[in-house]
């Protein structure tokens, strides 16, 4: 079992911070590209950033220069350091696991967390 749970949404004004964490627990032993999507209200599933496991990042261009991704490799977990914070932010935000392996050595493509809700206040 792998579990990718999400934490630190909520409501914020616009101009606020926020900072996303993403714990990957469970079986799962190594984890590869890891990314934050977002979805708005009656609208798709959209990248946000993106990292690998060797700490290559790449942004939607929408938040290139206000949001941040990184990770803790040893604790398995992710992190989107999100300031200047715009209405437009307003989403759910999705922790994405590209490719990760576990104990057994199955490999875990394409794991998503729950979400957690994003609401920035005008």
């Known amino acids: 079992q792998v579990q990718l749970v999400e934490s630190g949404g909520g409501l914020v004004q616009a101009g606020g911070s926020l900072r996303l964490s993403c714990a990957a627990s469970g079986s799962i032993v190594s984890v590869n590209d890891m990314a934050w999507y977002r979805q708005a209200p009656e609208s798709q599933r959209k990248l946000v950033a993106r990292i690998t496991s060797g700490g290559n990042t790449n942004y939607a261009d929408s938040v290139k220069g206000r949001f941040t991704i990184s990770r803790d490799n040893a604790k398995n977990t992710l992190y989107l350091q999100m300031n200047s914070l715009k209405s437009e932010d307003t989403a759910v935000y999705y922790c994405?696991?590209?490719?990760?392996?576990?104990?057994?050595?199955?490999?875990?493509?394409?794991?998503w967390g729950k979400g957690t809700l994003v609401t920035v206040s005008s």
């Open positions: 994405n696991l590209g490719w990760g392996r576990t104990v057994t050595g199955d490999n875990v493509i394409d794991y």
